[in-house]
């Protein structure tokens, strides 16, 4: 018994119950919210990967004109490699 061809799993997000006031509340919703993060988490570092894999497959090709060539994918990547973007309130 396994998963039918041509189903996706479909996670659209946090959990609507949760409040971040006051997290034990609701424990079922807790756990749902720290699942969404640790998902939301491993595609991240996925993505990293896949654009490191891409550099790297960019400066084998490009050679010597790797810097010019490459650069764009290199931006990608450091953006997917810092950490979770942090909004700062507008005054």
């Not at 998902?39 to 990967?49: F, G, L, Q, S």
């Not at 894999?53 to 990608?76: A, P």
């Amino acid at each position: 018994m396994g998963r039918k061809k041509g189903v996706h799993l479909v996670h659209d997000g946090p959990p609507d119950d949760f409040d971040p006031e006051n997290p034990y509340k609701d424990p079922v919703a807790m756990l749902e919210m720290r699942e969404h993060l640790v998902r939301e988490k491993w595609i991240d570092i996925e993505k990293a990967k896949i654009l490191r894999e891409k550099v790297k497959w960019c400066y084998r090709v490009e050679g010597v004109n790797h810097l010019q060539k490459c650069r764009h994918l290199v931006h990608q990547y450091l953006e997917s490699t810092r950490g979770p973007k942090v909004e700062t309130p507008a005054e």
